[in-house]
């Protein structure tokens, strides 16, 4: 069956150093894929999305590209703040409308 | 107000005690779903209601009932809990749920506590 697997946590960072979130994932046809973040004590937001290959998704200064030759679809930032301390999640959704999530990675940003 | 809200943010709970959890979107969707997000664990897809119907129920326990009035409404019922349905209980909507292609917007989560 469809499935994402993510980087496991916990991520520690200093302020504007660079933060990639690994993701790849295993399905058949042609899924869209997302990243999702959930603040402390909130819930999941979308951050970005990609619905097809080479489709780069960005939001917030945070990017994805779907690379369908590697089954990938990587978080990266180039520069991280403390407010971007939060847990990670990436999901992929394809024809059966359930959405299959990672097990999210915890990010870390100190001062 | 727009998006999903849900209340009550959090609750406390004995085991012998009824309550509900309720959430609205105002999106216009027609897909809602509650999922629960326990400690260490994957998110857990519970119940899905397309234009009302229900159409997934994730091998739930009965002591949870859901409920969708409309559209734009969802309840869980919840009944003789145990400790371990202690979580955060997350409802989301989408346009329609025919596509996992569809973006899910959540709401903030209520918090559950069973003593």
């Known amino acids: 069956g469809d499935s994402v697997t993510q980087m496991e946590g916990p991520v520690t960072l200093s302020e504007e150093a660079f933060l990639t979130i690994n993701c790849t994932y295993t399905?058949?046809?042609?899924?869209?894929l997302f990243w999702y973040v959930q603040y402390p004590g909130e819930g999941l937001q979308l951050l970005l999305k990609a619905t097809k290959a080479d489709d780069k998704g960005s939001n917030k200064g945070f990017e994805a590209t779907y690379r369908k030759e590697t089954t990938s679809f990587h978080l990266e930032k180039g520069s991280v703040q403390v407010s971007d301390s939060a847990v990670y999640f990436c999901a992929l959704g394809s024809n059966d409308y359930k959405l299959s999530f990672g097990a999210g990675t915890t990010v870390t940003v100190r001062a | 107000e727009t998006g999903v809200t849900q209340t009550p943010r959090h609750l406390v709970m004995g085991m012998t005690n009824k309550k509900s959890l309720k959430c609205e979107q105002h999106?216009?969707?027609?897909?809602m779903y509650w999922y629960k997000q326990s400690a260490k664990k994957p998110l857990e897809l519970m119940f899905v209601y397309n234009f009302k119907e229900q159409t997934e129920n994730n091998s739930v326990p009965s002591r949870f009932s859901p409920e969708c009035p409309n559209s734009s409404h969802l309840f869980l019922h919840l009944h003789t809990l145990q400790p371990e349905d202690s979580a955060l209980y997350l409802c989301?909507?989408?346009?329609?749920?025919?596509?996992?292609?569809?973006?899910?917007?959540f709401g903030p989560g209520t918090r559950l506590t069973v003593l």
């Open positions: 999106l216009g969707h027609n897909a």
């Open positions: 399905a058949t046809g042609y899924p869209s």
């Open positions: 989301a909507s989408s346009q329609d749920e025919t596509s996992g292609r569809d973006t899910q917007y």
